[in-house]
């Protein structure tokens, strides 16, 4: 459950941002960055968990990369590089 996935690199230009609202969900957001969230400053409504307990950082900027590639079209090079992903 949460917003349209499609315009995931509108919301978060920078992969590092979108990776913090992943590990941060909606609570920790607003508690440490505002009632805003991403680049088109969407009001934090809340249901989106965090994931810093139950996912690793590398997992975390993985599901990123996931998500940028597959709904938000991004180019799978520069998305990697992007999110700190090593490509091996
Ligand atoms: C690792 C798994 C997940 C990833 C990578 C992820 C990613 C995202 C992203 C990128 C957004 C912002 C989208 C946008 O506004 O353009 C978002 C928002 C949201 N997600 Fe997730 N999500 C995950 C898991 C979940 C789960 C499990 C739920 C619900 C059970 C959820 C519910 C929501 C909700 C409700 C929002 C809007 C939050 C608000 O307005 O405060 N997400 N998620």
Known sequence: ???SL???TVTWPDCLDH???VTLGSEGWRAEAGGTYG???K?????MPAHRDTLTPEQIAAVAVFER???GGA???ETLA?????TG
């Open 69 to 71: 590639i597959t709904y």
């Open 1 to 3: 459950m949460g917003p």
């Open 19 to 21: 990776i913090r609202w």
């Open 75 to 77: 180019a799978e090079a």
């Open 82 to 86: 992007a999110c700190g992903v090593p």
């Open 6 to 8: 499609a315009t995931v």
């Open 43 to 47: 009001p934090v409504q809340g249901g």
């Open 39 to 41: 680049a088109t400053a």
